[in-house]
């Protein structure tokens, strides 16, 4: 056997769309890029959709349409991908890191109290893995310090929290559609808001600093009843080259046709690991997972053998990684670290397994038995 940790999973659906884009010759930023924004408004319930190349972009942009003054402080958990606490940097602006809730890992809202003060403008909630942050407590606590709450969804996409979708919660929501993400373009990501006025400048700032459609200017090269100065822009916003192009969104609005489908057999997966390897005694699960209520994008586990188990895995042909090494032990990061205990100890114990749609049961199987020989080996 030979077990990836991520894989996409594509299918004649993704293909057929990408020939669309292909059929038209047109693949950079077009009408697919408009289609997969309407598309996702529709999924998502929100306002305003804006497809970018990453993440990273959204969350970039999404500190940087409040135009917060230099050197003010953000609130963002250490338990989390680079990218999240790199777009405070690029926008002049300090992490404060907090530690994580000791059973779900995710941010700890005890800790976020203890590490606020006033000179914080914005949190940043990360849904670790896809387990919601308690966003109506987290919401209530923010709005009470007029803090901005930007929500990294990046492992999630999909899921409700208390009847709200997460991404919708705070001010901006920021999705990733990265190849081992819950549904992929790619590379890809999505800033969304309920409040248009928020992201009024964001589709100039992704593309260069033009706030027109690239598309519609292209029909009107030749078009002989439109004004010659069709060509005609403005640059009023410093842009980046941050735009989603066609490719990608058609195969975004494939997998976001498939979401729901994908999300069930994520949920699946989940269910049969928690119940393989609940008997074990030296492996527990990495958080306390909700499969019915929510999705994830990972899937992993605790044990104090953290490097034996990986070695193991690795001989049984069954990849493995760690998410995250706490940004504060970082070297990038160390200058703005503070204690972050639960995170720096977990670190030592946390491996992520196998997770993506395609894994069959009896890859899923042959993974459970390991960890059990493994477990029973220490007894
Ligand atoms: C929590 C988190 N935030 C942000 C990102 C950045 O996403 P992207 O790769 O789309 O820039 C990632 C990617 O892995 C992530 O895990």
Redesign the pocket.
Known sequence: MNIRLFKPSLTELELNCVNEAFDRAWIGLGPKVSEFEEEWKRHLGCKVAIALN????A?HLALRVFNFEKGKKVLVPTM??S??ASAILYNDLIPVFVDSDPITLGMSLEDLNKKYDKNCVAVIP?HYCGHPVPMDQLILWARERNLKVIE?C??TSGSLYKGIPLGRWGDIGCF???E?KIMTTG???MICSDNPELLKDVKAMRWVGIDKDNWKTAQEYTSVNKDAYHWFYELRVLGWKYNMNDLAASIGLAQLKRLNEMNKRREQIIKNYLKGIEALKFIKPLLSYEPEKYVYQMFGIRTDYKEDLIIYLKSKGIATGCHYTPLTMQPLFKPYASPCPVAESEYYKIITLPLHVDLTNEEVNYIIYNLKEFDDGKI
């Open positions: 990453s993440a990273t972009a969350l989390t991908f990218a999240t990360v990294d990046a492992h990733s559609f990265e081992k590379d890809g990501g």
